[in-house]
């Protein structure tokens, strides 16, 4: 039988399910490199169009630096393409273990080790650390990566309500006879632009002697006063016991994650951490740029710094012209629309006016909580950021939600 004509059919049928539902998310082509200007073909098949990028995870502005791009080029020269092992066996190069101590030295922690992916660090962190008779008490909100980490984890996984200090203290008291604990959080949630309580949280686990495992990707190298992240922002460098973060966004854009923290913590994902040892090494090229990206992020802030101005500039500009915000201070800038519809229209609007901005809606955001997520980048220059807003007020004009609030907009458009 194997694929039968019935199981393509049970397939092709949940498939006009997602459709039908208005959750079939088509691809669109960019035909540049990542950057503020970028080429785009959208639909498949229509003419290529000059767009400002308003929502690449490119916070930095270093996805096709010069710099990084050359130090890529050099990398491939000097250690070649792929490494075709994993760490352990014969994948290791000097290059690798020079990131991982850049990272430490940066992060300020003890020890680094890097995996393929954040995904990967955090699919292999907790079953490498954690066991039976441990608790994972972790935010409502944490990334689908870490979810599925714990998941594959035996310790007991609970949760407490987001950034809800009272509920986490709550959950720390019942499990006080647990052999360890562990809070677990995001610093920064994509999807609100919000960033843990990790100073109360710090506090917590101290008062009720538990580990703090902290995500990083949408914060390492632009948070806090040199970049290093949330734990910086928030005054607790030093303090988190686990942090996991991506070299897929503001740290050059390309791929690769790590594991940062305590030493015997590191030292227990190189012996069992499966990612790491059963999937390939970090290729030599992507290393190269990113001891670049590390080199030009330590030697200077300018590049954070520009991105806070920019961020500012943005939030005060939308602010002003009376769009509803979530309000916060990172560079992910939401735009609520609650209407799923709603936020379609405007984005394919933006991009009739040059503005690459893209509509969340359910399951990537709950019901009725349709957005456009804006995000900010050290490579927009003033010029883009000041044509993107003349675009958004237009179009927010249109459709004339521009000084109302959710109770108003729902009134006008649904949920
Ligand atoms: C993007 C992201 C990841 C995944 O990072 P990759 O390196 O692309 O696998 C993990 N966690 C969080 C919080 C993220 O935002």
């Known amino acids: ?14 498939l006009q399910g997602i459709k039908d539902d208005g959750l079939f998310k088509e691809e669109r082509f960019i035909c540049s490199p990542q950057a503020a200007d970028i080429v ?18 490119n916070y930095l502005g270093l996805s096709s630096h010069p710099d990084v791009v050359e130090a890529a080029h050099e990398g491939l020269r000097q250690r070649g393409y792929g490494m075709s092992s994993v760490r352990f066996i014969c994948g290791t190069q000097d290059i690798h273990r020079d990131l991982e101590n850049k990272l430490t030295k940066f992060l300020e922690t003890e020890d680094t080790i890097l995996f393929p992916s954040c995904m990967d660090a955090n699919g292999g962190v907790f079953e490498a650390v954690f066991d039976d008779q441990d608790v994972l008490i972790a935010d409502r909100l944490i990334h689908a990566s870490i979810i599925d980490g714990m998941r594959l984890c035996s310790a007991l996984n609970e949760s407490f309500k987001h950034s809800n200090m009272k509920h986490l203290e709550k959950k720390l008291q019942t499990y006080q006879d647990a052999r360890f ?114 080199d030009v992020i330590m030697a200077s802030t300018e590049r954070r710094d520009k991105l806070e101005a920019n961020t500012k500039f943005w939030r005060a500009g939308l602010e002003e012209a009376g769009f509803d915000l979530v309000d916060g201070e990172t560079p992910i800038v939401p735009i609520m629309l609650y209407n799923a ?46 044509k993107a807003l003349e675009a958004f007020i237009e179009v927010g004009k249109k459709y004339d939600i521009l000084g109302k609030g959710k109770k108003e907009i729902i009134e006008m458009y649904g949920m």
């Open 341 to 386: 519809k709603l936020s379609q229209d405007m984005s394919r609007d933006l991009y009739e006016r040059g503005i690459y901005a893209v509509g969340f809606f359910f399951p990537v955001v709950p019901q009725g909580k349709a957005r456009i997520r804006t995000q900010i980048s050290a490579g927009h220059e003033m010029h883009h950021l000041e």
């Open 40 to 57: 785009v073909e959208y639909p498949a098949g229509a003419e290529r169009k000059k767009v400002i990028n308003m929502c690449a995870n």
């Open 1 to 14: 039988m194997a694929y039968s004509k019935k199981t393509r059919e049970h397939f092709k049928g949940t």
């Open 181 to 294: 604990r562990c809070i677990v959080t995001d610093g920064v949630f994509s999807m609100d632009g919000d960033t843990a309580k990790l100073d109360e949280i710090c506090e917590l686990a101290e008062k009720y002697d538990a580990m703090v495992f902290l995500d990083d990707s949408h914060s390492s190298g632009f948070l806090g006063k040199k970049g290093k992240g949330t734990h910086e922002l928030k005054g607790v460098l030093g303090k988190i016991d686990i942090i996991t973060t991506t070299l897929g966004k503001a740290l050059g854009g390309a791929s690769g994650g790590c594991v940062s923290g305590r030493t015997e913590i590191v030292e227990m994902c190189r012996q069992r951490a499966r990612p790491y040892l059963f999937s390939n090494a970090m290729p030599p090229v992507v290393v190269a740029a990113a001891n670049k990206v590390l």
